[in-house]
């Protein structure tokens, strides 16, 4: 079984950064491409960024691109999300997930099988 537990959640104001962590458990961490994700009130989930297994392959969605960065640390089955520039916007619960597939990097909920319990970010204006 795979525990994803997200943490550095909180309010900021606009334009502050945040950095987001999740940290798994079980030993097949570095086999499987990780996605962050967020879901803003009365909002469908929506893919924010992807990291490949060993880290050499990034997306993002056009709304963060260049604001956010995803990185991960495999000795220590870690995925992290930089956020940077915030924007009111970007209010949501951020969830971390694994994709379901070893070696495949999706952009949709779907391809992800494994979800942590989300950590809630606001920005103020």
């Known amino acids: 079984q795979v525990q994803l537990v997200e943490s550095g959640g909180g309010l900021v104001q606009a334009g502050g950064s945040l950095r987001l962590s999740c940290a798994a458990s079980?030993?097949?961490?570095?086999?499987?491409?990780m996605g962050w994700f967020r879901q803003a009130p009365g909002k469908e989930r929506e893919f924010v960024a992807a990291?490949?297994?060993?880290?050499?392959?990034?997306y993002y969605a056009d709304s963060v691109k260049g604001r956010f960065t995803i990185s991960r640390d495999n000795a220590k089955n870690t995925v992290y999300l930089q956020m940077n520039t915030l924007k009111p916007e970007d209010t949501a619960v951020y969830y971390c997930?694994?994709?379901?597939?070893?070696?495949?990097?999706?952009?949709?909920?779907?391809?992800?099988?494994?979800w942590g319990q989300g950590t809630q970010v606001t920005v103020s204006s």
């Open positions: 997930a694994r994709a379901a597939k070893i070696g495949a990097v999706g952009l949709g909920a779907n391809e992800y099988d494994y």
């Open positions: 990291i490949s297994w060993l880290g050499g392959n990034l």
């Open positions: 079980g030993r097949t961490f570095s086999s499987y491409a």
